[in-house]
């Protein structure tokens, strides 16, 4: 299992925030938000940037504090919130980079593993047979799980059932 290191996760972010940040942010919200149908992905994706930038600004206000038990428990919550905002902007390296959960790491690492390969399913589990009161119906073993970002625009993760297998269409 991966060893995790609040060091190596905010060494990976240090480059991420300047306070000019906030400011801007808050102008974009302001100008532009309003205008934005909210379930739109663009409205989708300002939101989880926003999260980004508020998580950002609490974790630099966080770092200068000493070290102490509850410090690291906050420092852990603020980059699992940041592995979620980044990943819902397509970012799963970047989440991958600041996350402390070994199951959201697996997670977004199958993710990003899904979008770099094919587009065609990849496993040959079969479409099952079954009968439903008088009719017989074909249950294929992939489905959607949900809609991802990706740098090329909103993609479909698939998921197989049987075993596990996952691409992106
Ligand atoms: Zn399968």
């Given amino acids: 299992?991966?060893?995790?290191?609040?060091?190596?996760?905010?060494?990976?972010?240090?480059?991420?925030?300047?306070p000019e940040m906030r400011e801007e942010q808050r102008k974009l919200t302001?100008?532009?938000?309003?205008?934005?149908?909210?379930?739109?992905?663009?409205?989708?994706?300002?939101?989880?940037?926003?999260?980004e930038t508020i998580v950002l600004a609490q974790i630099a206000e966080l770092k200068p504090l000493p070290d102490s038990e509850l410090k690291q428990v906050r420092m852990k919550n603020l980059l699992n919130r940041l592995a979620e905002a980044l990943s819902e902007q397509g970012d799963?390296?970047?989440?991958?980079?600041?996350?402390q959960s070994p199951d959201h790491i697996a997670e977004?690492?199958?993710?990003?593993?899904?979008?770099?390969?094919?587009?065609?399913?990849?496993?040959?589990?079969?479409?099952?047979?079954?009968?439903?009161?008088r009719?017989?119906?074909?249950?294929?073993?992939?489905?959607?799980?949900?809609?991802?970002?990706t740098r090329e625009g909103p993609r479909s993760l698939i998921r197989c059932a049987n075993c596990g297998a996952m691409n992106v269409k």
Avoid: Q, W, Y
Wanted: net charge positive.
């Fill in 108 to 133: 977004f690492t199958s993710i990003k593993d899904a979008i770099k390969g094919s587009r065609e399913i990849t496993c040959d589990c079969p479409v099952v047979r079954a009968r439903v009161g």
């Fill in 1 to 18: 299992m991966a060893e995790f290191s609040l060091d190596k996760a905010l060494a990976a972010i240090s480059e991420r925030f300047t």
């Fill in 30 to 51: 302001r100008e532009r938000i309003g205008r934005l149908d909210p379930n739109s992905r663009a409205a989708k994706r300002r939101r989880f940037k926003r999260h």
């Fill in 135 to 149: 009719d017989i119906v074909a249950l294929n073993p992939r489905f959607k799980v949900k809609t991802i970002e």
């Fill in 92 to 99: 799963f390296a970047g989440a991958i980079a600041v996350s």
